[in-house]
């Protein structure tokens, strides 16, 4: 089966996207990657994105809006695929996510339209896994780690570093958990010290000086240091926290590439704290992900890590696919009505999850089903 997969991050930089043959042999689910790549949000819809999660003030007219905007940027990367796709999955737009809201509990909210790229392509298309796990009693994410079974086998700790952080453990039992910030405090910084979109490759950070003192007091963060299972996002790492961070900079007289050092080794150091409080028996260490690119990032965990540090295209998983790909496999499982959650959000129930649009188009879901 012929799956297209799409990703949008809290870096809400664009879609990265996978065309991935997922087939079974022997009982054994096997993949072939067959075309990847990623296609930017323009200007406009990237600040409205960053805006309506840092702030919350939105309006629905442009809710709407951005939901539509980001169904036909889907629709558009998939409309120019060869082979066309049998199905579609869409991980969806993360607006807000958080472990309790009000009396109800936990709570995700997402966009991103699939109807269009359904329509188009005349294929059943899925999205929205994350409220199904919350349905379930689960928290929504880290959603991969069941994924991360059919990537990487047993025995490995998997390193995902986007705007979140997060870890996927490969044991006698799947588990995972969000570790705190990726690359979103990074990208604030370079956004606004620098007018950059990111520190590509680390290089502001490598002409910076770690304050010891600031790093300290954010090593202290409630969520950094409590026990799994866990999640975040923006409403916990976004501009509000980098704003409180960057009036103690200035107090300090921080200079702009001490901050950007500074927050970088922050990441750095919570993924640490989180593996040694939570995981000191895996010395096996595979990073994917935006973050893996940024050689300050991947240089001080080479350093400072205790066991052996590796990249995801060693294991035949590209480093900026493999979330897309991750999903295309959940998308597989979820239409063979299997479960593709995993212990790692808290889940009471395992179970396929996802919705699933056009599920009449000429018989194209029964078809998936086969």
């Known amino acids: 089966m012929r799956i297209f997969s799409g990703v949008s991050g809290t870096s809400c930089d664009g879609i990265s996207w996978s065309l991935v043959d997922v087939g079974e042999r022997r009982g054994k689910i ?10 930017k949000y323009s200007a406009g819809l990237r600040r409205a994105l960053l805006d309506g999660a840092n702030t919350g003030k939105i309006t629905l007219a442009d809710l709407c809006e951005m939901h539509w905007a ?8 998939a409309a120019n695929l060869r082979p066309v796709p049998d199905a579609a999955v869409f991980s969806g737009h993360t607006m807000f996510h958080t472990e309790q809201v009000g009396k109800t509990g ?3 909210f997402q966009i991103g339209a699939v109807e269009p790229l359904s329509v188009e392509l005349g294929i059943p298309a899925m999205c929205d896994m994350r409220s199904t796990d919350v349905a379930a009693g689960g928290m929504g994410a880290p959603l991969v780690p069941r994924a991360d079974e059919i990537m990487f086998g047993r025995g490995s700790a998997v390193l995902n570093m986007g705007g979140i952080s997060n870890i996927t453990l490969l044991g006698r039992r799947t588990t995972g958990f969000d570790t705190g910030p990726g690359n979103m405090l990074i990208d604030e910084a370079a956004r606004k010290l620098f007018g950059k979109e990111m520190d590509s490759q ?11 003192e600031m790093l300290s007091q954010l090593l202290k963060d409630a969520f950094v240091n409590a026990r799994p299972p866990k999640s975040c996002g923006r409403e916990r790492y976004g501009a509000e926290f980098f ?6 900079a200035q107090e300090s007289k921080m200079s702009g590439e001490d901050v950007v050092a500074t927050v970088s080794e922050f990441t750095v150091r ?25 050689r300050y990032l991947t240089s001080r965990l080479k350093k400072l890590f205790g066991g052996s540090l590796h990249m995801s295209d060693e294991f035949g998983v590209p480093r900026d696919s493999r979330e897309s790909l991750a999903f295309a496999l959940m998308c597989y ?17 395992k179970l396929p999850l996802g919705k699933v649009t056009a599920f009449g188009f000429g018989g194209s879901l029964l078809k998936c089903m086969k």
């Open 70 to 77: 980001i169904g036909s940027h889907l629709a558009r990367i």
């Open 202 to 212: 680390g290089k502001i950070a490598f002409s910076g000086n770690v304050n010891e």
């Open 270 to 294: 919570s993924i640490l704290r989180n593996m040694e409080l939570f995981a000191p028996e895996y010395r096996k260490l595979i990073c994917a992900g935006g973050g893996s690119f940024n």
């Open 106 to 108: 936990k709570g995700t």
């Open 243 to 248: 704003s409180r961070l960057l009036d103690n």
């Open 333 to 349: 499982l979820s239409l063979k009505l299997e479960a593709s959650n995993s212990d790692a959000t808290g889940a009471r129930i």
């Open 30 to 39: 096997s993949f072939r990657m067959l075309d990847s790549g990623s296609r």
